[in-house]
């Protein structure tokens, strides 16, 4: 950030005193709190996955619903190996005074994360569905679960962006 004013401020008009460096240790910290969640989540919905394999119905799973079951078992673990990925591009960068660039790759890991949580969200939707009511209950539950997520995911905080006088950083 080149945004310092004469004080060493990194933003004079946002009222919180810090500097570049307090920042970008801010910044670090607000997506380890964001990071905690959705690893956790991850890492539960892996699981689940992976043990429902051992079910006694699991054999009962036509063609569709293992195709989905699958793709569903690599998007929760590539999910969940991008939750992890800042903890290792932490460790690589650690004391290398590169603080800006460790926040900015986390935050695309963690959007890219959120992606895949809402895929394997929808996807879980579509495959419980489709096994319990029907193929056509599995497709509109996922297209459901898909249209929130966008909603409350993507539109809320485009149009609360909008209307925020100030950036924060």
């Known amino acids: 950030m080149d945004e310092r004013d004469d004080t060493g401020d990194a933003d004079a008009n946002d009222g919180r005193h810090e500097t570049v460096n307090e920042r970008w240790d801010r910044n670090w910290n607000e997506l380890l709190q964001e990071l905690r969640v959705i690893q956790t989540g991850t890492q539960i919905i892996t699981g689940f996955l992976l043990a429902a394999v051992f079910q006694s119905r699991f054999s009962e799973l036509d063609d569709f619903q293992l195709a989905v079951y699958l793709v569903l078992v690599v998007t929760s673990i ?80 485009l149009v609360a962006r909008r209307h925020t006088s100030r950036v924060e950083g």
């Open 78 to 157: 590539l999910t969940t190996a991008l939750a992890l990925a800042p903890v290792s591009l932490h460790r690589r960068l650690f004391r290398r005074r590169v603080k800006g660039k460790i926040v900015a790759y986390t935050s695309r890991f963690a959007q890219l994360a959120l992606v895949g949580v809402g895929i394997t969200m929808a996807g879980i939707g579509l495959l419980i569905f489709d096994i319990v009511l029907g193929r056509a209950w599995g497709v509109g539950v996922a297209l459901g679960i898909l249209a929130i997520v966008v909603v409350v995911w993507v539109v809320v905080p």
